[in-house]
């Protein structure tokens, strides 16, 4: 069971980025997929989630409008679209599924499964 995250980079603030969430050993479509982002002194938080049911998604309010998050049920993936890039959205981004309630998806113990993390680096 294995989630590789990829696509981060260094962009210029203003830019774009994709990153992908690639899942083996895993059914990703039977679960919840987040993207959690950690910036070095700060709390792992979470920014987009996907729930495995009914197809929403939920953003965190610092990427609303400028993040989008997406899977490819034929390719096990998920993938974060990032536009409008700012220097604050600099951190390493991890993707993560899980089966958290609701009220609890924003949570990162409640993810049991995690991908290794792939920094992405917005200058200004």
């Known amino acids: 069971v294995q989630l590789q995250a990829s696509g981060g980079g260094l962009v210029q603030a203003g830019g774009s980025l994709r990153l992908s969430c690639a899942a083996s050993g895993l059914d990703l479509q039977r679960y919840t997929a987040a993207w959690f982002r950690q910036s070095p002194g700060k709390e792992r938080e979470a920014v987009a989630i996907s729930r495995n049911t009914g197809g929403r998604t939920y953003y965190s309010d610092s990427v609303k409008g400028r993040f989008t998050v997406s899977r490819d049920s034929t390719k096990r993936t998920a993938y974060l679209q990032m536009n409008r890039l700012e220097a604050d959205d600099t951190a390493t981004y991890y993707c993560?599924?899980?089966?958290?309630?609701?009220?609890?998806?924003?949570?990162?113990?409640?993810?049991?499964?995690w991908g290794q993390g792939t920094l992405v680096t917005v200058s200004s």
């Open positions: 993560a599924a899980g089966v958290p309630i609701l009220s609890a998806q924003w949570d990162a113990q409640n993810y049991r499964v």
